[in-house]
């Protein structure tokens, strides 16, 4: 169901940064064009990227869009190498390996409820923009703290027709006060819902968010897919460093979009992941 992209190359490529979009104060859509190498532009959503930032760091992040010409990225500025990219600025040059990992799978005319938390908005709006090309219909529900931290609102609703977008903030300023897994929950309870029922349920953000979702799409009886977000080192699942507690999975590889009932099955999930040398961090 979920598919490795067959031309993956693990070679980097050093490319500028054509043009940041500041989203909030500490989070930023980095877009570089990549029409050069055309091999960049099959990714599929879902699939990461390795960013290199020479003399700091590797990390991996979510490809927000692909369009074959450009692509973008969303990251939150959180530690060393993400202050460091936050102080580059267009032109500045990075290296790009990928694209990375497993991808959201749907089916032509699929309903789909997207959640997202956090920074899991982008990777969710490229699932949207590809959904909707293939005729489904799509729930997109974006949680935050507040109303200004709600991520790609204007980008959602640009796309049309076929695509909601509910908000879900902690203070109630904007959408539904509270958790987006409420949201979620009355949309699958819903037997009145344009479009006709959710048939598949697509989780990006804070696990706790992501295993809710599963355990309710679970209830419900349909597909669920969730985003796998462990500490990584090479990408490409040969350091192991990304192996995820009982079954040895490695979030690279036969992650990071991993199907969510075989994902309640994994006995760190929702509970802890690891750090860079391997010590369990409650989430
Ligand atoms: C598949 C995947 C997709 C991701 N997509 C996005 C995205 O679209 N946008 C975004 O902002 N962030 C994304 N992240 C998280 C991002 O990789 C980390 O926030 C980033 O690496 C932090 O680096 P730093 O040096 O600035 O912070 P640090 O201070 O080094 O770390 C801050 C926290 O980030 C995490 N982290 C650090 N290095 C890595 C690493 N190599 N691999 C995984 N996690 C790490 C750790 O939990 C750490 O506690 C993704 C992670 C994964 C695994």
């Not at 819902?193 to 048939?199: A, D, K």
């Amino acid at each position: 169901m979920y598919q490795q992209n067959e031309k993956l190359d693990s070679r980097p490529k050093i490319l500028p940064i054509k043009k940041i979009v500041k989203e909030t104060e500490t989070i930023w859509t980095f877009i570089f064009d990549y029409s050069k190498f055309a091999h960049l532009g099959s990714s599929k959503p879902g699939q990461f990227v390795m960013l290199w930032i020479p003399g700091v760091d590797e990390n991996p992040f979510s490809i927000a869009y692909d369009d074959g010409k450009e692509f973008w990225l969303t990251i939150a500025k959180v530690g060393d190498a993400t202050e460091k990219l936050f102080e580059m600025g267009e032109e500045a040059k990075v290296g790009i390996r990928g694209p990375f990992g497993t991808s959201y799978e749907f089916e032509k005319g699929d309903h789909l409820a997207l959640l997202a938390g956090g920074y899991g908005a982008a990777p969710m709006y490229n699932v949207a923009v590809n959904a909707l090309k293939e005729g489904c219909k799509v729930e997109m529900i974006v949680g935050a703290r507040s109303a200004d931290l709600l991520l790609y609102e204007e980008r959602v609703k640009a796309l049309g027709g076929d695509v909601t977008y509910h908000a879900a903030t902690d203070d109630g300023s904007k959408g539904h006060k509270g958790y987006n897994t409420e949201v979620l929950e009355e949309l699958l309870a819903s037997d009145s819902l344009e479009g006709g029922p959710v048939t598949r349920v697509f989780a990006c953000g804070p696990e706790v968010m992501m295993k809710k979702a599963a355990e309710l799409a679970g209830r419900k009886g349909i597909p669920s897919a969730v985003s796998l977000e462990r500490y990584m080192k090479c990408g490409i699942g040969v350091c192991g460093q990304c192996c995820m507690d009982d079954s040895g999975i490695r979030a690279c590889k036969e992650g990071p979009v991993y199907d969510g009932a075989a994902a309640l099955k994994l006995s760190e999930f929702g509970k802890y992941h690891r750090d860079s040398v391997g010590r369990k961090v409650e989430w």
